[in-house]
């Protein structure tokens, strides 16, 4: 049964919107912002958190989250940061980590200087007149170099349950223009952070060349980072997740001659040392150019679950879904795409976007439960979603997600499975 939580609350108003009953549709109170990347996390108390960012016409983007002690009824929204600079990309979501000691850390990609400045704030193009030949043409400026572009992940800290925040800093002391990103971040068992990024290698003179990194805190400052693989694929996000036992478990594509497959480490020290590369699933896909489509992991008190897009042509090109022993358990049809998956202790839920053949899309979900892949089922009113995240809390999911409203801004939705 799936139950529409639209509006949650009177506080959260703010956040969603009001509901058409004739048609059910979203209406955004604040019609000329973009709400984006809802993802859902449980905090040290056990309680849900939805957290997302907001884009205004001036292009400053604003992350905030929510706190509910049931999943329907939500608290005033918070603000964590925001800056043009702050990233909302789909490969880059921003994290929110919640500590045992009860400090809450926000991991996000920020780009120095911020994104491309509004179309009306933009220098005009000379333009070439030739009908009115007795004026005299403006002088062409010369062609400016392109910038070297550059990025970092940054994280801040909240020690009072996210009323206030410390600066944000960057996870990597280098302070070289490079590209950083395509980042995870998880909490340790001993309770320090591990941020995993993707990093330009210095002095490449190919396109796009980057190698693997990984910071960790010790005491709440980030150490020197340390180089995990020389050789990736260079635009794909990575994943990590902590299991039941304490290991740190990291996903990312690896690229070896071009062949760019899943590759699967772990940690059993707090990401001190890992175990040699294995090749979660040997699709030995072979692309010359990066996919732009990295994993995301889950781990139930028994198991981990991997999903991710693979375009072998073994006749099995789509999102797949494996266990960490790389058993394929399901291939999705070419129709769908940006696939997540969470999990609690014993339930793993699985989502994605489907496009139809009116080039729609609606989110759609699988649930997996002590090992069993259930049937695949359409979240019901999710016309126009996209970019899902889930949530298995107290014997129910949550999937939040994003909906493209008539005038192609994106509000966010949340519904509930029983």
Same mark, same amino acid.
């Given at each position: 049964?799936?139950?529409?939580?639209?509006?949650?609350?009177?506080?959260?108003?703010?956040?969603?919107?009001?509901?058409?009953?004739?048609?059910?549709?979203?209406?955004?109170?604040?019609?000329?912002?973009?709400?984006?990347?809802?993802?859902?996390?449980?905090?040290?108390?056990?309680?849900?958190?939805?957290?997302?960012?907001?884009?205004?016409?001036?292009?400053?983007?604003?992350?905030?989250?929510?706190?509910?002690?049931?999943?329907?009824?939500?608290?005033?929204?918070?603000?964590?940061?925001?800056?043009?600079?702050?990233?909302?990309?789909?490969?880059?979501?921003?994290?929110?980590?919640?500590?045992?000691?009860?400090?809450?850390?926000?991991?996000?990609?920020?780009?120095?200087?911020?994104?491309?400045?509004?179309?009306?704030?933009?220098?005009?193009?000379?333009?070439?007149?030739?009908?009115?030949?007795?004026?005299?043409?403006?002088?062409?400026?010369?062609?400016?170099?392109?910038?070297?572009?550059?990025?970092?992940?940054?994280?801040? @800290? *909240? =020690? /009072?349950? +996210?009323?206030?925040?410390?600066? &944000?800093?960057?996870?990597?002391? !280098?302070?070289?223009?490079?590209?950083?990103?395509?980042?995870?971040?998880?909490?340790?068992?001993?309770?320090?952070i591990a941020v995993a990024y993707l990093k330009d290698v210095k002095g490449s003179t190919k396109h796009?060349?980057?190698?693997?990194?990984?910071?960790?805190?010790?005491?709440?400052?980030?150490?020197?980072?340390?180089?995990i693989d020389p050789v990736v694929c260079d635009c794909c996000n990575i994943s990590m997740v902590v299991?039941?036992?304490?290991?740190?478990?990291?996903?990312?594509?690896?690229?070896?001659?071009?062949?760019?497959?899943?590759?699967?480490? @772990? *940690? =059993? /020290?707090? +990401?001190?040392?890992?175990?040699? &590369?294995?090749?979660?699933?040997? !699709?030995?896909?072979?692309?010359?150019?990066?996919?732009?489509?990295?994993?995301?992991?889950?781990?139930?008190?028994?198991?981990?679950?991997?999903?991710?897009?693979?375009?072998?042509?073994?006749?099995?090109?789509?999102?797949?879904?494996?266990?960490?022993?790389?058993?394929?358990?399901?291939?999705?049809?070419?129709?769908?795409?940006?696939?997540?998956?969470?999990?609690?202790?014993?339930?793993?839920?699985?989502?994605?976007?489907?496009?139809?053949?009116?080039?729609?899309?609606?989110?759609?979900?699988?649930?997996?439960?002590?090992?069993?892949?259930?049937?695949?089922?359409?979240?019901?009113?999710?016309?126009?979603?996209?970019?899902?995240?889930?949530?298995?809390?107290?014997?129910?999911?949550?999937?939040?997600?994003?909906?493209?409203?008539?005038?192609?801004?994106?509000?966010?939705?949340?519904?509930?499975?029983?």
């Open positions: 049964m799936l139950k529409l939580l639209i509006p949650i609350s009177l506080m959260f108003v703010s956040l969603f919107w009001k509901t058409n009953p004739a048609d059910n549709a979203p209406i955004p109170l604040d019609p000329t912002k973009s709400y984006t990347l809802p993802t859902l996390a449980k905090n040290n108390k056990g309680e849900v958190v939805l957290y997302w960012t907001e884009k205004d016409p001036q292009n400053t983007v604003s992350l905030y989250f929510s706190t509910s002690k049931d999943g329907k009824t939500f608290g005033e929204k918070k603000l964590v940061f925001a800056d043009a600079g702050l990233g909302n990309g789909r490969l880059m979501r921003p994290k929110l980590l919640f500590k045992k000691n009860g400090d809450i850390v926000a991991v996000f990609s920020y780009r120095a200087g911020g994104a491309t400045p509004p179309r009306e704030q933009r220098p005009a193009a000379a333009s070439h007149d030739h009908g009115n030949h007795g004026a005299q043409a403006a002088p062409q400026q010369a062609p400016q170099a392109r910038p070297k572009r550059s990025s970092e992940i940054r994280f801040s @800290v *909240s =020690k /009072d349950g +996210g009323s206030s925040w410390t600066s &944000p800093t960057s996870v990597d002391a !280098d302070t070289s223009k490079l590209i950083r990103g395509f980042f995870d971040a998880v909490v340790l068992p001993n309770d320090e796009e060349e980057r190698d693997l990194r990984l910071a960790v805190s010790k005491n709440g400052v980030f150490q020197a980072e340390r180089l299991d039941e036992s304490g290991a740190l478990h990291m996903v990312y594509r690896d690229n070896n001659n071009d062949v760019r497959d899943m590759a699967h480490i @772990v *940690s =059993k /020290d707090n +990401g001190m040392t890992f175990s040699a &590369p294995k090749i979660l699933y040997n !699709d030995k896909w072979e692309i010359k150019g990066c996919p732009h489509s990295g994993a995301t992991s889950a781990a139930t008190k028994t198991e981990q679950y991997i999903t991710w897009f693979s375009g072998t042509r073994n006749g099995q090109s789509g999102i797949r879904l494996t266990n960490s022993s790389g058993n394929l358990l399901r291939v999705l049809d070419a129709s769908a795409k940006n696939a997540s998956i969470a999990a609690d202790a014993k339930t793993a839920v699985w989502v994605w976007e489907q496009t139809s053949e009116a080039g729609t899309t609606s989110v759609f979900y699988s649930k997996v439960i002590n090992g069993k892949l259930f049937d695949i089922q359409s979240v019901k009113n999710s016309i126009n979603g996209q970019n899902a995240s889930s949530l298995a809390h107290n014997g129910e999911v949550f999937i939040a997600y994003e909906v493209v409203t008539a005038d192609k801004k994106t509000a966010l939705a949340l519904q509930t499975v029983d």
